[in-house]
């Protein structure tokens, strides 16, 4: 598990290292063996529930999102994007968002939803098949998954306009909007609209990056030369590049760019050094670009790791504990698991019910001869 | 009644639908004080200010893609699309983002967003700014597709697209934009998607929208003149279109000739001519025709005379049908 040398190929050059530790210049608060450090500008101050709360969050998330991927392979689910190796990233910036903050998600955003208090379900229907991820998502200010990559990042600069426009900012309890986006977004057209949309109209946006090294196949050496964080300042947006893997740090990190952003202070983009530690989807073959040292390397900087060795080494927590904190998550994951088994086919009649707002008659025409001609099958059985 | 431009009619129309909503927004390139490169939005900045009038950078994807956001903030933009060339680069935007959104949520999401697009040839214009995009739009399921052909229309039009709860795209004729026509500001609110019957007749129904009523309606008159009563229907929707006058008039008439400036190929008249064909089979005397920009890219502007449909190749279609 030691550190082995990071495979040079992939770091884009520009992206500076620290000399002693071969890690990027990102903000860190906990280490990969679980010591916690010090930062001039970040600091973290949390009740020893909050802490103790923190890992609960991890182990769940972890849990939960390993269900998804031994579901998907027992053909209850036709895809899973798995998180793993990415939770401090979700947790500590889902966690540093107050109840008045609004979430655009991209579609592995599993931890951020639980940090969120939203029921997980609607993400596993999305995946089953069973309707498209539909949730009361205003309600519940956690959108919807967003497939198209970046899509979701004008979709955040628009609402964070719309926050601005409501008056909802310049104070303490302002409402801030954060968008989650991948390396590879960054790459899209969209995600360099949304940083020029949220700069020139000071939007309170915090864009997170969560870069884990690869876009299904490509590493960052193909997406660009110059690292997320650092891009951003070109749009007049302060960049701030953070160890993904250090809960601590993502939550500091992210709750300073909140609440610049819920003062009125304008948007900034927080870049998540982070590691996929799964393939892209299920459907997806690792071994074909990236192998086992690689793995190794970043097991070796797992996030659930180092907190649990610092949360022992404070007296937060103890073996019964953690043992505790295991049992609830197999609970979860069997109640989770039950609830997607229950998932049921939707009615033929759905696919028309929601297109428009007031049904066209050609529309409605066409959903009472599917309905018809699906009864006329079933009548032409009963006959058989 | 008042006498006015398209270009008039739309912007008293945006005028009312900025009074009468608190949340609706103005968004485009060049919509604030310049008042829009057609002037649509002429006035709008000075007397409603640039939070509701929004001059936004130069970036269609991020127009559509932010104005998607504002109205899941609960705001209803209505954004200018410059030219009809310059559409594209929102594709994903408007036929993956605004048209599926609401569906995807299972109807817990509306975005009442009108995206009003100026289309068609016959200015004179440099590529990419006389291109007829409708197909693509009214294929895409979610969205509602429309066009105005005169000001009244216009006037009336643009105000509900802008007060239903689904996602308009709106084309405007943008040779017709300097014609004059009356408005009844008073009149009880027209139905944007139903079509309107422009010329009654016998012999054979032309149907048309935008740019090109003008033209049927014109081949209309000078088919009188040799004793031909032609129909002449403005479609106004094209996405839910209003079938039923269309098959009403086709049942009487038994000859249709649909007329539009976008290429032939898959494109409206394809379809109307094959729902024709279904709910008129007895009543057609020939098979429908369609007059229609060619299947090539908008030539230079000096052979758009050629590429339009024109009265002309109007009459022409008509003899074909008639004689067939």
Redesign the interface.
């Known amino acids: 598990m030691g550190d082995q040398p990071r495979p040079a190929k992939k770091t884009a050059k520009s992206r500076p290292k620290s000399a002693s530790t071969n890690e990027p210049e990102f903000v860190q608060l906990l280490t990969p063996e679980g010591r916690r450090v010090n930062h001039p500008d970040y600091d973290l101050n949390l009740s020893d529930e909050e802490y103790r709360g923190l890992y609960r969050d991890l182990v769940i998330t972890r849990e939960l999102d390993a269900q998804g991927t031994a579901l998907q392979r027992q053909g209850q689910l036709g895809l899973w994007p798995s998180l793993l190796g990415q939770e401090a990233a979700q947790i500590g910036s889902g966690r540093a968002l107050k109840p008045q903050d609004t979430v655009f998600p991209a579609y592995r955003e599993l931890g951020v939803q639980w940090a969120r208090g939203v029921d997980l379900l609607s993400s596993f229907a999305l995946f089953r098949g069973t ?8 309600g519940d200010r956690f ?2 998954y967003a497939i ?1 990559i970046a ?1 979701q ?11 601005a ?2 008056g909802a900012v310049g104070t303490e309890d302002g409402e801030a909007v954060i968008v989650y986006h991948g390396d590879g977004a960054t790459s899209e ?2 995600f360099n ?2 940083l ?2 949220a700069g ?1 109209f000071n939007s309170p946006l915090v864009l997170f990056c969560q870069n884990n090294q690869y876009a299904i196949s490509e590493t960052n050496a193909r997406q660009f030369r110059l690292p997320p964080y650092r891009r951003a300042e070109g749009f007049g947006v302060p960049g701030v590049l953070v160890d993904g893997n250090d809960v601590l740090a993502t939550y500091a990190v992210t709750r300073a760019a909140l609440d610049r952003a819920r003062r009125g202070e304008g948007p900034s983009l927080v870049e998540a050094y982070t590691y996929r530690m799964q393939p892209h989807t299920t459907s997806d073959d690792a071994t074909r670009y990236r192998d086992e040292a690689e793995l190794d390397f970043w097991r070796g900087k797992d996030p659930i790791v180092r907190y649990r060795k610092w949360l022992s080494s404070q007296g937060l927590g103890d073996e019964s504990f953690f043992a505790a904190i295991d049992t609830e998550a197999g609970e979860l994951v069997r109640e989770l698991r039950a609830r997607v088994m229950a998932l049921t086919d939707p009615e033929v009649s759905e696919m028309f ?6 049904m ?4 409605a025409a066409q959903r009472a001869e599917a309905l018809d001609f699906q009864a006329s099958l079933e009548e032409g059985s009963d006959v058989r | 009644m008042t006498t006015m431009t398209m270009v008039k009619a739309l912007n008293e129309g945006l005028r009312r639908v900025l009074e009468d909503q608190p949340k609706s927004l103005v968004m485009g390139e060049d919509v604030g004080r310049l008042g829009g490169v057609f002037r649509v939005t002429d006035g709008l900045h000075k007397d409603f200010g640039s ?1 509701r009038i929004i001059d ?2 130069l ?1 269609e ?2 127009i ?12 209803r933009p209505i954004c200018e699309i410059q030219f009809d060339g310059f559409v594209y ?1 929102a594709f ?2 408007l036929v ?2 605004l048209a599926k ?10 975005l009442p967003v009108v995206v009003r697009i100026p289309f068609g040839g016959g200015i004179g214009a440099i590529e990419h700014h006389s291109e007829s995009p409708e197909a693509y739009f009214a294929h895409t ?2 969205l ?1 597709v429309v066009t105005c052909s005169n000001p009244a229309d216009a006037y009336w039009m643009i105000q509900q697209a802008a007060t ?3 996602p308009v795209i709106f084309f405007e004729p943008k040779r017709r934009y300097q014609a004059k026509g009356e408005v009844d500001t008073a009149a009880a609110e027209l139905d944007l ?1 139903r079509a309107r019957t422009v010329r009654e007749g016998r012999t054979a129904t032309l149907i048309a929208y935008g740019p090109t009523v003008d033209v049927a309606a014109n081949a209309a008159a000078a088919a009188a003149e040799e004793g031909l009563d032609l129909e002449v229907i403005d479609l106004r929707a094209l996405s ?2 209003d ?1 039923e006058p269309l098959f009403a008039s086709v049942r009487r008439t038994g000859h249709a000739v649909v007329v539009h400036e976008a290429p032939g190929n898959i494109g409206v008249g394809a379809e109307i001519a094959a729902r024709l064909t279904e709910e008129c089979f007895y009543s057609l005397e020939a098979p429908v025709l369609r007059v229609t920009g060619y299947d090539v890219p908008y030539p230079a502007s000096r052979l758009e005379d050629d590429y339009l449909p024109n009265l002309d190749r109007v009459l022409d279609a008509v003899d074909r049908s008639l004689e067939y």
Do not use: C, F
């Open positions: 309707d498209l991820g539909g949730r009361d998502v205003i959108h919807m198209v899509s990042t004008l979709h955040a600069a628009g609402y964070a306009m719309g926050v426009k409501d057209g969209d609209e949304a020029i949309w020139v019910d929601n297109v428009y707002a007031e066209p008659s050609s529309i | 939070d936004t950078p970036a994807s991020g559509i893609g932010t104005a998607i956001g504002l109205a899941l903030r609960g705001y680069p994903d935007q993956s983002q959104i609401p569906n995807r949520s299972g109807g817990r999401v509306r399921a979610g509602k239903g709860d689904d998607y839910p279109i079938w």
